[in-house]
């Protein structure tokens, strides 16, 4: 007993990264935002049906349902926060906010004759992240502090209790569940394998009864009486058991990774689909995530971003007062020294740009990369991109169509000398930025 | 938000004591649930060999009958609108649900709502061996528990 109280003291307050706990913040947030979102229309309609109003929970005492306004913009403002916590901007108030706001929306909307079990985990999952400093990677308010002067967090227990504890919460439900199989009328039925093939026979003829999509493999496996024996005593085992997968970090993943197959087999023999276990996302907090993350950025990288060793050159109009304005905010956003620069007028790119570029047209900055060579709003968002986030933002305009993007450019471009003046000769650049320029 | 070892033990033993603390659910006389805290009661209900359950069917003129598909027959999800037609007799014997019900396929469907000639609730029993492996879809029994005429 003293070996198990004092590993789970040690896990618990094990130290554990930021991106952790921001990615679980991430991928959490999305799910909710993604559910706000594709189920806004329907949960509109179903406040409606005010006969089925049945309150539960923290909502117990509420007589009569909400308004279908005021429940309209409760969503709203639902998805608005769910957004503040993904991006975590000023966590410290809409973190707890989006906590406190999410339990009473999933409340209310559980409160219309049905319970959904499978948003539990999700909802807990919200409100103990909303709650703990998982905003402090990953974030707008991480960036803002790096950009007072704040350091970079490194791995800390205030990071990994959280983590555990969402592990915890998780394992907890499983067993809660497989206690209430054995303590049911059921009892050991369901090692036996007999229990869990009438329940599934019945959501079957439910489905069926009601003209619902029935599921793919059930016409197939409810013959086999055999293999629900096996499924039976697999399902009590990741239930019963799971408070033991907390002991080793080793034993929660195979748990995780078995759960996660055991609710991919409820969707094929039931049609059943928990979209937050199937997806994964109920099961991240027992892997080291931001491991992957990492690896995969440096992969990408590796293949995608603009060549270290090859650095870019940024040729612009060095007589345009917006351009040499750009070039500055370039420079001063530009951490990882991605680019140089040189003036369309200089020498340099009249050697690298050949005759491509002649000095009547200077109305395109033009972004050079070893043989990719990339103009106009292109060379903008490539620019956008190789900064970094948050202006890596903007790359996604690269989506709508060239020609519309460089009718917008070539407007800007053509009103540029009237609106924002010019320079009667070429920037001289400042000391420490000189060897940014070539021909200088 | 950053806590002390204490406040985060502290933190933790609650939220681990509330989760857990609907398992006492299992054993008192009149059980809830409920959310987000729950103890979860699904699949630990004993089965018999039959089943009976609350469902819809349409009559056309011709007196054909159909099974009305979940979607016409309530709002949100399969298992929602399930509850809904289980709770339905309830309130006045159904007679209001059926309107209702009505109500929504003149909005959905108008061409299948203007070929129905009455609604029917009822509840129907059937038994599962039966019923899956030997092709037997016809309830053992089905008994009528409210009807809505549409045309005379």
């Given at each position: 007993m003293k070996t198990i109280i004092k590993t789970l003291k040690e896990g618990w307050f094990e130290a554990i990264s930021p991106q952790r706990l921001a990615l679980l913040r991430i991928a959490t947030g999305c799910f909710s935002l993604w559910y706000l979102i594709s189920r806004f229309e329907m949960l509109q309609k179903m406040?409606?049906?005010?006969?089925?109003f049945d309150p539960i929970g923290?909502?117990?005492?509420?007589e009569e349902p909400l308004s279908t306004t005021v429940f309209w913009w409760i969503s709203i403002g639902l998805i608005v926060l769910n957004i503040f916590y993904i991006i975590g901007w000023k966590f410290k108030i809409s973190g707890p906010l989006f906590a406190l706001l999410t339990l009473l929306f999933f409340t209310y909307r559980n409160?219309?004759?049905?319970?959904?079990?499978?948003r539990n985990a999700l909802v807990l999952h919200i409100v103990i992240l909303g709650l703990?400093?998982?905003?402090?990677?990953?974030?707008i308010d991480a960036w803002q502090g790096r950009r007072n002067g704040n350091k970079v967090k490194k791995a800390h227990f205030n990071y990994g209790w959280p983590v555990v504890l969402i592990c915890a919460v998780t394992l907890g439900s499983y067993f809660l569940s497989g206690i209430a199989k054995i303590a049911g009328d059921l009892a050991l039925e369901w090692a036996n394998g007999n229990a869990m093939r009438s329940q599934v026979a019945i959501d079957a003829i439910r489905k069926s009864v009601l003209v619902a999509e029935t599921a793919p493999l059930f016409k197939i496996i409810y013959?086999?009486?055999w293999l629900f024996l096996g499924m039976g005593i697999l399902t009590l085992i990741l239930e019963i058991g799971?408070?033991?997968?907390?002991?080793k970090k080793r034993w929660g993943m195979v748990w995780a990774v078995l759960t996660w197959s055991m609710h991919w087999g409820i969707f094929l023999?039931?049609?059943?689909?928990?979209r937050y276990q199937m997806t994964g996302l109920l099961f991240?907090?027992?892997?080291?995530t931001e491991k992957w993350i990492a690896f995969l950025r440096k992969k990408i990288k590796g293949k995608k971003s603009i060549s270290r060793e090859t650095t870019a050159i940024v040729f612009f109009d060095g007589v345009c007062s917006l351009c040499n304005a750009w070039i500055r905010f370039v420079i001063r956003w530009d951490k990882q020294r991605c680019f140089r620069f040189a003036p369309l007028q200089s020498a340099a790119a009249q050697k690298v740009l050949g005759r491509d570029f002649?000095?009547?047209?200077?109305d395109s900055i033009v972004l050079v990369d070893g043989a990719q060579k990339y103009v106009k709003s292109d060379a903008i968002l490539q620019i956008a991109k190789e900064l970094g986030m948050p202006l890596k933002v903007?790359?996604?305009?690269?989506?709508?169509p060239l020609q519309l993007r460089n009718v917008i450019y070539d407007w800007v471009a053509r009103s540029r000398y009237s609106w924002f003046g010019k320079r009667t000769n070429c920037r001289i650049p400042k000391p420490d930025e000189r060897w940014r320029f070539l021909d200088t | 938000m950053k806590y002390t070892r204490r406040q985060a033990a502290i933190f933790s033993i609650v939220v681990l004591g509330i989760v857990l603390s609907p398992i006492v659910q299992n054993w008192v006389k009149t059980p809830t649930d409920s959310f987000p805290?729950?103890?979860?009661?699904?699949?630990s209900k004993k089965r018999g060999a039959t089943y009976g359950l609350y469902y819809v069917v349409t009559y056309d003129s011709l007196g054909r009958k159909e099974h009305l598909p979940y979607r016409l027959a309530g709002t949100g999800g399969f298992n929602q609108v399930r509850r809904q037609i289980n709770k339905a007799h309830r309130n006045d014997g159904g007679i209001s649900f059926l309107k209702r019900v009505e109500k929504h396929l003149a909005k959905k469907d108008k061409a299948y709502y203007s070929s129905l000639a009455r609604i029917e609730l009822v509840k129907g029993y059937y038994h599962l061996e039966n019923y899956f492996?030997?092709?037997?879809?016809?309830?053992?029994l089905e008994r009528n528990i409210a009807t809505l005429k549409i045309k005379e």
């Amino acid at each position: 007993m003293k070996t198990i109280i004092k590993t789970l003291k040690e896990g618990w307050f094990e130290a554990i990264s930021p991106q952790r706990l921001a990615l679980l913040r991430i991928a959490t947030g999305c799910f909710s935002l993604w559910y706000l979102i594709s189920r806004f229309e329907m949960l509109q309609k179903m406040v409606r049906n005010t006969s089925a109003f049945d309150p539960i929970g923290v909502l117990f005492w509420m007589e009569e349902p909400l308004s279908t306004t005021v429940f309209w913009w409760i969503s709203i403002g639902l998805i608005v926060l769910n957004i503040f916590y993904i991006i975590g901007w000023k966590f410290k108030i809409s973190g707890p906010l989006f906590a406190l706001l999410t339990l009473l929306f999933f409340t209310y909307r559980n409160s219309w004759s049905m319970i959904y079990h499978n948003r539990n985990a999700l909802v807990l999952h919200i409100v103990i992240l909303g709650l703990v400093a998982s905003a402090d990677a990953w974030s707008i308010d991480a960036w803002q502090g790096r950009r007072n002067g704040n350091k970079v967090k490194k791995a800390h227990f205030n990071y990994g209790w959280p983590v555990v504890l969402i592990c915890a919460v998780t394992l907890g439900s499983y067993f809660l569940s497989g206690i209430a199989k054995i303590a049911g009328d059921l009892a050991l039925e369901w090692a036996n394998g007999n229990a869990m093939r009438s329940q599934v026979a019945i959501d079957a003829i439910r489905k069926s009864v009601l003209v619902a999509e029935t599921a793919p493999l059930f016409k197939i496996i409810y013959q086999h009486t055999w293999l629900f024996l096996g499924m039976g005593i697999l399902t009590l085992i990741l239930e019963i058991g799971a408070p033991i997968a907390l002991l080793k970090k080793r034993w929660g993943m195979v748990w995780a990774v078995l759960t996660w197959s055991m609710h991919w087999g409820i969707f094929l023999i039931m049609g059943i689909r928990f979209r937050y276990q199937m997806t994964g996302l109920l099961f991240l907090s027992f892997f080291e995530t931001e491991k992957w993350i990492a690896f995969l950025r440096k992969k990408i990288k590796g293949k995608k971003s603009i060549s270290r060793e090859t650095t870019a050159i940024v040729f612009f109009d060095g007589v345009c007062s917006l351009c040499n304005a750009w070039i500055r905010f370039v420079i001063r956003w530009d951490k990882q020294r991605c680019f140089r620069f040189a003036p369309l007028q200089s020498a340099a790119a009249q050697k690298v740009l050949g005759r491509d570029f002649s000095h009547e047209k200077m109305d395109s900055i033009v972004l050079v990369d070893g043989a990719q060579k990339y103009v106009k709003s292109d060379a903008i968002l490539q620019i956008a991109k190789e900064l970094g986030m948050p202006l890596k933002v903007i790359y996604v305009l690269r989506w709508l169509p060239l020609q519309l993007r460089n009718v917008i450019y070539d407007w800007v471009a053509r009103s540029r000398y009237s609106w924002f003046g010019k320079r009667t000769n070429c920037r001289i650049p400042k000391p420490d930025e000189r060897w940014r320029f070539l021909d200088t | 938000m950053k806590y002390t070892r204490r406040q985060a033990a502290i933190f933790s033993i609650v939220v681990l004591g509330i989760v857990l603390s609907p398992i006492v659910q299992n054993w008192v006389k009149t059980p809830t649930d409920s959310f987000p805290f729950s103890y979860y009661p699904m699949f630990s209900k004993k089965r018999g060999a039959t089943y009976g359950l609350y469902y819809v069917v349409t009559y056309d003129s011709l007196g054909r009958k159909e099974h009305l598909p979940y979607r016409l027959a309530g709002t949100g999800g399969f298992n929602q609108v399930r509850r809904q037609i289980n709770k339905a007799h309830r309130n006045d014997g159904g007679i209001s649900f059926l309107k209702r019900v009505e109500k929504h396929l003149a909005k959905k469907d108008k061409a299948y709502y203007s070929s129905l000639a009455r609604i029917e609730l009822v509840k129907g029993y059937y038994h599962l061996e039966n019923y899956f492996l030997n092709n037997d879809t016809l309830p053992l029994l089905e008994r009528n528990i409210a009807t809505l005429k549409i045309k005379e």
